[in-house]
């Protein structure tokens, strides 16, 4: 086979994502109190002048979530997985109404972020109320165990057909066995891809569509954020969304 240019060898830069302004707001809390990104790892952020006297606006920021050194048996490879609506079409498919919904031909799905932990990342975003359409799945074909989120949409707006999923590759045996007995206790029906494709088809036809964090969750952070823009949340502002999150989830969840 003939060997690709130097040049065809790509990585991935950078993702862009478009939010509304209060999902943007919440986006800043999420990478730094759920992602774990620090100060040093803020990028840029760039503002618009106020009008008339007003503060600036918060234009765009960009955060750095983590650093990999490749290692020669772990390329870190750039991968693009691509999808198409593959039922008849008189019949539902939930990536057909997230395309048509969207009026759009192509749509950003989900972000796989890659963790060394999955296990100990997953109890630290449960602890602050993270939803899941799926548990930890051990992959069929890949030696790599992932898990799904919920979307990222604010309390009242339509699903937006975008998630996270987190992985890990090469888990231990212990850390596999951990997760089976986890799911053991599962509700998920299929602990597959295809499980996650079916659970996201019940979710767009039920009408209920999981959200990233709970709606009173999100309604709690942005009653705390009202009135600041992401250049004015401080640190005493994330510890005090934390606890929110934190006491929320344990409510929540009977602790």
């Known amino acids: 086979m003939k060997q690709k240019p130097a040049f065809m060898n790509f990585a991935v830069d950078h993702m862009t994502m478009l939010f509304h302004p209060n999902l943007y707001k919440l986006s800043y809390v999420v990478f730094r109190n759920i992602f774990g990104t620090t100060p040093d790892d803020l990028l840029y952020e760039k503002k618009r002048k106020g009008k008339d006297g007003a503060k600036d606006v918060s234009m765009t920021y960009a955060t750095r979530v983590g650093t990999w050194e490749s290692k020669a048996n772990d390329p870190l490879p750039t991968i693009f997985a691509l999808v198409q609506p593959s039922e008849p079409k008189d019949q539902p498919s939930h990536v057909r109404q997230m395309l048509d919904g969207h009026e759009n031909t192509a749509h950003l799905q989900h972000v796989a972020l890659r963790t060394p932990?999955?296990?100990?990342?997953?109890?630290?975003?449960?602890?602050?109320?993270?939803?899941?359409?799926?548990?930890?799945?051990?992959?069929?074909?890949?030696?790599?165990?992932?898990?799904?989120?919920?979307?990222?949409?604010?309390?009242?707006?339509?699903?937006?057909?975008?998630?996270?999923?987190?992985?890990?590759?090469?888990?231990?045996?212990?850390?596999?066995?951990?997760?089976?007995?986890?799911?053991?206790?599962?509700?998920?029906?299929?602990?597959?891809?295809?499980?996650?494709?079916?659970?996201?088809?019940?979710?767009?036809?039920?009408?209920?569509?999981?959200?990233?964090?709970?709606?009173?969750?999100?309604?709690?952070?942005?009653?705390?954020?009202?009135?600041k823009e992401v250049y004015e949340i401080t640190e005493a502002d994330l510890e005090a969304c934390d606890k929110i999150m934190i006491d929320m989830a344990a409510k929540a969840q009977g602790k």
């Open 117 to 227: 932990d999955l296990i100990a990342f997953h109890k630290h975003m449960v602890e602050r109320g993270v939803q899941f359409v799926t548990p930890i799945l051990k992959d069929d074909h890949e030696n790599l165990i992932q898990v799904f989120s919920g979307e990222w949409y604010l309390p009242g707006a339509k699903p937006s057909g975008f998630f996270f999923e987190f992985l890990q590759r090469d888990p231990s045996d212990d850390e596999l066995a951990t997760i089976q007995k986890a799911n053991k206790q599962s509700w998920f029906r299929d602990e597959t891809f295809l499980g996650l494709y079916d659970e996201k088809e019940r979710e767009y036809q039920s009408g209920n569509v999981l959200s990233f964090l709970p709606k009173n969750v999100m309604e709690a952070l942005l009653k705390y954020l009202e009135g």
